[in-house]
C-alpha cells in the first residue's frame, strides 16, 4: 500500500511539472511574440490583432521543438536544485520553485549568449523583454509548487522523502 502511495505521488509531481513547462512554453511564446511584434509597432509597422493572433499561433509552433525543450530541461534543473535546497532549510514551496524557475530562466538565457553570440530569443534582447520571459518562469515555479502541495510533496521533486 505505502508503494502504491509513493507511486502516485511521484506521477502527480510528474504531471505537475508537465503542466508547469507547457504553462511556461506557452506563456514564452506569447510573451516572446508581443514584444517583437511591439518593436515593430514602435517603428510604424501596422499591425492587427489578427495578425497578432496568428503570428503567436506560428510561434507557438516554431518555437516548440527547441525552446520548449531548453525550457523543459533548464525548469527540471531548476526544480530539482530548489528542491534540494528546500529539504535542507525548510523554505515553502511556494517560494522556492517561482525562484528556482526564474533562475533556470536567467541560467538558460545566460549559456546561450556565449554559445551563440547572440541572444537566440529576440525578446530577450531588452529588459521588459526578458522580465517577460522570467515571469514565465515564476508562474511555472507557482504551478508546479501547488502541483507538489497537491500530491504531498514536500521535500524534493522525485517526491521521495516527506517533512511533517
Known sequence: MNREKTAIRKSMVFLSYLVAVVVAFLLSSIIHTQ?????????GVQIGWQDRLVATGRDIAG???????????????????????????GLPAAVVYPVGGVLAYLAFFA??????????????????????????????????????RRASCRTSMSGLTRQG
Open 63 to 89: 518555437l516548440l521543438p527547441g525552446y520548449g525543450t531548453v525550457i523543459a530541461i533548464g525548469l527540471a534543473i531548476g526544480f530539482l536544485v530548489m528542491g534540494l535546497l528546500r529539504r535542507f532549510t
Open 35 to 43: 514584444v517583437v511584434l511591439s518593436g515593430l509597432t514602435e517603428l
Open 111 to 148: 549559456a546561450m549568449h556565449p554559445i551563440f553570440h547572440v541572444s537566440l530569443i529576440a525578446s530577450t534582447r531588452d529588459t521588459w523583454g526578458l522580465l517577460g520571459q522570467c515571469l514565465a518562469g515564476l508562474v511555472a515555479g507557482f504551478v508546479f509548487a501547488y502541483g507538489c
